[in-house]
């Protein structure tokens, strides 16, 4: 099953809850006059790279920024509505880091490293802090405490939130505090540029090759660290909550340099989302977690009732998670939530356009506490609804159905963030972190940050007094080979001169994937899903037509390059689903589950991270780092 490699993930030794603490204040530091000859490349400008940016600047570091972006405020980020999660007990139910840590690695099925998962629980107070400290507007109690709601997976209310803009908020925040280092001239912003290279040189990142958007010329950015903070990957799909240009080029080509793959079949479905309208829609638009804390997930009781919502009776509505999981109801994990939405779906009990639909109904909140107070919750959540469907959910339940989201699976990294490629960083979605096999609501925007101002800017430093200066002259060997490299590729996919556009392909790869790597997975169908990923492949380099370009902006070239390392990533998904013989959080294979339909994990034989080594030419390499327990047992997922 696995091929013994030595991934040392670096735990600190002794009590998990001083870990952290330990291993900060044993880390090398490095003097101010020394940290301004040193630079570090930061590909990425969401929460994390901006973060992390800014905080490795205010140190004295020369940072350069690299975003594919106009601007940095456009990255991903934004999108990020609910809220972030951390152990305040700002709303006296008992919270603490104890609970917000168990919640975690129970959330996550028991896939994660139990450090990891205690140390973000740690940090996330800070994380209010230091957000607070920068302006941004939480809501606030009618005394002016933070207000709280609550996200799935959890019994007490630790989300603060910006009604449904906290990502937004969040990113100005680090936006601003990144814009003061530019101001101070630490901090270069490189926009408009595409990361499609690492530069490593004796096992050492040393920089990247990207391609400058506005004039097509390659360019070779050379540092003594890099970070990449680049995001997930949900768009393999085609259709995901994820912006339309997210793709997983920066940690694809990471991989193909050295980087192992951490976990990639553990990719989340988001229950709450708007379905699918036609055949060539682009994007799909979340309707945040958030909404389940007052709106009630139902259906019709009967099968082919297709009378209007409010005209059919209590006693006739099944509110099936409520049913389900009486201790959780509605805010259930996303695994559960979807995997339950999609099975009554298939039964023929779903509601709308082709029955792929359930209700979230806000009708008992609004009798409840007012429209006003609800509009104050959700507001802009609500009119985002109303524009997109033309339905106000004031009026009649939201209609919403699962969707791709976020991914947990990512590039390896050790205790220190760093992967299997010396120097190279990886902070946020772009690693494999602390949600094991299913991310709690709420806690993608806490690691982001815990990464970004608290660990890099410990951990780089610590490297890096031991590594010491690593930047290449742009005509080194390495950097001309690597410029080669994706000059070859680019006259490749130029030179192709069939008939068919980018998303063509693309759309044919996210059916292929949504339906063998989904919410469910089988042996049968990932086996095959692997012989038709490599025809549709085949297909896609003898008959991919990309347009003449009179100018140098060419958008169908960008997306031929994201979708080619789709095809790459694509593979290695369905090969880790296949050998990931369990059920675990969002992982779910129909072989293995409990006779009530609940995942069946297996933690004699996979309660290890599964990390693959790219082989040029050859099958991966599948290895692993085994995962124990101290301070909690692995048991039952069990949220009735």
Excluded at 216 to 230: C, H
Excluded at 570 to 581: T, V
């Amino acid at each position: 099953m696995s091929t013994p490699m030595p991934l040392d993930p670096r735990l600190p030794d002794g009590p998990v809850a001083t870990a952290w603490q330990r291993c900060r204040e044993n880390l090398p530091l490095i003097s101010p006059n020394r940290k301004q000859r040193l630079r570090i490349l930061v590909v990425g400008s969401g929460l994390a790279g901006a973060s992390a940016a800014a905080s490795l600047a205010e140190q004295g570091y020369r940072v350069q920024v690299l975003t594919y972006h106009d601007s940095p405020r456009r990255a991903h980020s934004v999108a990020a509505q609910g809220g972030i999660n951390a152990a305040r007990n700002y709303a006296n139910d008992g919270d603490s880091v104890e609970r917000l840590f168990r919640d975690t690695v129970k959330g996550g099925d028991f896939r994660a490293r139990e450090a990891g998962c205690y140390r973000l629980a740690e940090i996330s107070g800070a994380i209010i802090d230091q957000c607070v400290a920068q302006g941004v507007p939480f809501a606030r109690e009618y005394g002016g405490t933070l207000a709280n709601r609550s996200f799935g997976g959890a019994l007490v209310s630790r989300t603060f939130y910006a009604r449904g803009q906290t990502g937004q908020q969040l990113l100005y925040g680090a936006y601003q505090a990144m814009l003061r280092q530019v101001a101070a001239g630490r901090v270069e912003l490189l926009c408009r540029r595409d990361m499609l290279d690492l530069i490593v040189h004796d096992g050492r990142a040393r920089g990247v090759v990207c391609r400058h958007q506005l004039t097509g010329a390659l360019e070779v950015i050379s540092a003594d660290a890099v970070l990449l903070a680049t995001g997930g990957y949900s768009n393999v799909f085609y259709l995901s909550t994820n912006a339309l240009k997210s793709n997983a080029t920066a940690i694809w080509q990471a991989h193909r340099r050295g980087a192992c793959f951490a976990n990639p079949c553990f990719t989340q479905i988001h229950p709450t989302c708007i379905p699918s309208g036609d055949a060539h829609q682009s994007k799909l638009t979340l309707m945040s977690e958030s909404l389940r804390n007052d709106g009630r997930i139902w259906l019709p009781l009967h099968p082919g009732d297709d009378r209007p919502p409010a005209a059919i009776p209590e006693a006739e509505r099944d509110y099936f998670l409520e049913r389900q999981y009486p201790s959780y109801g509605n805010l259930v994990p996303r695994d559960l939530a979807s995997r339950r939405a999609r099975e009554l779906c298939l039964e023929g009990r779903g509601v709308g356009p082709g029955g792929r639909s359930v209700y979230l109904d806000l009708a008992g909140a609004i009798a409840r506490d007012g429209t006003g107070a609800i509009d104050a919750r959700y507001g802009n959540l609500l009119e985002m609804y109303e524009r997109i469907t033309g339905d106000d959910p004031r009026a009649t339940p939201m209609r919403i159905y699962p969707a791709p989201h976020y991914t947990m699976g990512g590039l390896w990294v050790d205790y220190h963030l760093m992967s299997t490629v010396g120097g190279l960083f990886v902070l946020g979605e772009a690693n494999f972190s602390e949600h094991g096999a299913n991310r709690l609501g709420a806690s993608a925007l806490m690691q982001a940050l815990a990464d970004g101002y608290f660990i890099a800017p410990a951990t780089v430093t610590g490297w890096l007094a031991g590594a010491g200066a690593g930047a290449l002259a742009d005509d080194h060997p390495a950097c001309r080979g690597a410029v080669a490299a994706v000059e070859a590729r680019i006259g490749a996919l130029r030179s192709t001169g069939g008939s068919q556009p980018v998303d063509v392909f693309h759309r044919r790869l996210g059916h292929l994937m949504i339906d063998a790597c989904g919410i469910s997975r089988r042996s049968d169908r990932l086996t095959a899903a692997l012989t038709e990923l490599e025809a549709l492949r085949q297909d896609f380099l003898r008959d991919l037509r990309l347009p003449d370009q009179d100018g140098v902006l060419d958008g169908e070239l960008e997306k031929a390059l994201r979708l080619e390392d789709f095809f790459g990533l694509a593979d290695l998904m369905l090969r880790d689903a296949l050998a990931r013989e369990e059920s675990c959080g969002a992982h779910f294979r129909e072989e293995h589950q409990t006779p009530d339909g609940e995942a069946l994990r297996d933690d004699e034989r996979f309660a290890h991270i599964a990390a693959w080594e790219h082989r040029p030419g050859g099958t991966p390499l599948r290895h692993s780092e085994p995962l124990t327990y101290r301070s909690v047992v692995p048991g039952p997922r069990n949220y009735g």
